[in-house]
């Protein structure tokens, strides 16, 4: 099977995305990430702090400047910390019509993939596929751990030929 494909910036983001999410050890159900815990331990700090000083508390009296003060740098670190972040998520998107964006071909044959480019061609044996996994209608071929062939939901005409080439995949892996 040949399959004509474009990969475009927004596939790729989806991708690296999920490919995070992949790598991250699975929670057991009902855990919750790290910055939920810790808001939800300062609300029931506060909350037991509140309880026990009832009849003291009056909204007039609360010192709202040291409030401020106090929740500055926690403020700060977040939005430094999400900035970041940003910043490394665009700067890790690869050229336009480079190796990983752009139209490229993929033949899917008895001994392997061959995925051809403008800028080259390349290889891959069965054996170096680990897993083909579908992410809302894309499709992504992991050959390593961070490293896939993307193939866009917008590539495929119909279902039928989607779990086509799913099937042709699975054959051999």
Request: with cysteine; charged share 20%.
């Amino acid at each position: 099977m040949i399959k004509t494909i474009r990969v475009t910036e927004k596939d790729y983001l989806n991708f690296t995305h999920y490919a995070f999410k992949r790598l991250c050890t699975p929670q057991p159900k009902g855990a919750i990430g790290f910055i939920k815990n810790m808001v939800i331990w300062c609300i029931l700090t506060i909350a037991f702090m509140f309880v026990f000083q009832i009849d003291s508390i009056s909204l007039s009296r609360f010192h709202w400047p040291s409030a401020t003060i106090t929740a500055l740098p926690f403020v700060v670190f977040f939005v430094v910390y999400f900035n970041n972040m940003h910043k490394l998520r665009q700067s890790s998107i690869p050229n336009q019509n480079g190796l990983m964006l752009g139209e490229k071909t993929i033949e899917f044959g008895t001994d392997g993939i061959t995925e051809i480019n403008p800028l080259g061609k390349c290889f891959y044996k069965w054996e170096s596929v680990e897993s083909v996994e579908d992410n809302s209608g894309d499709l992504y071929i992991f050959l390593d751990k961070l490293f896939a062939l993307i193939i866009p939901a917008a590539s495929f005409s119909s279902d039928t030929e989607k779990a086509e080439l799913q099937s042709i995949v699975k054959k051999y892996v």
